[in-house]
C-alpha cells in the first residue's frame, strides 16, 4: 500500500493568510496526486487533480505542485469558506488517502 | 446534472449484513469506474471498492476483502454494496463515488454521493 502522510495535521490561519499544506508519499507516485475539500457533515469535493489541475469552479487562490514523492496545496489568500479540512489522495495504485489538514480560524 | 444518492445504512449487530444501494443520474454508470469511500466518525477518508466499466474488474481494500462486495446493475443505473461479517470497526459513512480520468489521465473521485451512515453495535 501507498501510505501519504499530511502535514500538519492541523493549523490555525486568519483571513488573507497564505496557508501551505504537505503531502508526502512513501513512495514515487508522479503526478498522481489529487486534493480534496471537506466541510463539516458534507461529502469531500475535488479541488485538484493530477498535482496541478484546478477543478472547474474552484478559486484559482487553490493552486497545487509537486511530483514524485512530495507535494503541496497552497491557498495564497484564506477565505472564510476556506476553513475546513483538506485531504490529499493518490490514485497511482488502487487510492489512499493522506489523514487531512484541518484549518481552523485564528 | 450528475447525482448519487445512497440509501440502506443503518444499525446492525456485530457479525450481520446490510446491502448499500447508490441511485446514479446525470450520467450513464457503467460507462465510469465506481467506487466505495468510508469515513469512520470522526476519522479520516478510506477507499473501500472499485468496480470496472461493467462489472469486469473489483478491487477491494485489504481489511473489507471477502466479506464485501460491490456490483452494479446497468438497467437500473445503480451501484451496490453487499456487507457482510461486519464489525464494529466497519461504522461509517459510506461514500459512493464516481471515479473519471482528468488531465493526463488521472484517476480522481470526481462526483460523491452524500453517504449513508452505517453503525455495527450490539
Known amino acids: 500500500d501507498i501510505q501519504l502522510t499530511q502535514s500538519p495535521s492541523s493549523l490555525s490561519a486568519s483571513v488573507g493568510d497564505r496557508v501551505t499544506i504537505t503531502c508526502r508519499a512513501g513512495q514515487s507516485i508522479s503526478i498522481y496526486l489529487n486534493w480534496y475539500q471537506q466541510k463539516p457533515g458534507k461529502a469531500p469535493k475535488l479541488l485538484i487533480s493530477?498535482?496541478?489541475t484546478l477543478q472547474s469552479g474552484v478559486p484559482s487562490r487553490f493552486s497545487g505542485s509537486g511530483s514524485g514523492t512530495e507535494f503541496t496545496l497552497t491557498i495564497s489568500s484564506l477565505q472564510p469558506e476556506d476553513f475546513a479540512t483538506y485531504y490529499c489522495?493518490?490514485?497511482?495504485?488502487?487510492?489512499?488517502f493522506g489523514g487531512g489538514t484541518k484549518v481552523e480560524i485564528k | 446534472e450528475v447525482h448519487l444518492v445512497e440509501s440502506g445504512g443503518g444499525l446492525v449487530q456485530p457479525g450481520g449484513s446490510l446491502t448499500l444501494s447508490c441511485a446514479a443520474s446525470?450520467?450513464?454508470?457503467?460507462?465510469?469506474?465506481m467506487s466505495w469511500v468510508r469515513q469512520a466518525p470522526g476519522k479520516g477518508l478510506e477507499w473501500v471498492a472499485d468496480i470496472k466499466q461493467n462489472g469486469s474488474e473489483k478491487y477491494y481494500v485489504d481489511s473489507v476483502k471477502g466479506r464485501f462486495t460491490i456490483s452494479g446493475d446497468s438497467a437500473k443505473n445503480s451501484l451496490f454494496l453487499q456487507m457482510n461479517s461486519l464489525r464494529a470497526e466497519d461504522t461509517a459513512v459510506y461514500y459512493c463515488?464516481?471515479?473519471?480520468?482528468?488531465?493526463?489521465?488521472?484517476?480522481?473521485?470526481?462526483?460523491w454521493g452524500q453517504g449513508t451512515l452505517v453503525t455495527v453495535s450490539s
Open positions: 489522495q493518490q490514485s497511482y495504485t488502487f487510492a489512499t
Open positions: 463515488v464516481r471515479r473519471s480520468l482528468g488531465k493526463w489521465a488521472v484517476a480522481r473521485f470526481d462526483y
Open positions: 493530477g498535482t496541478s
Open positions: 446525470g450520467f450513464t454508470l457503467s460507462w465510469y469506474w
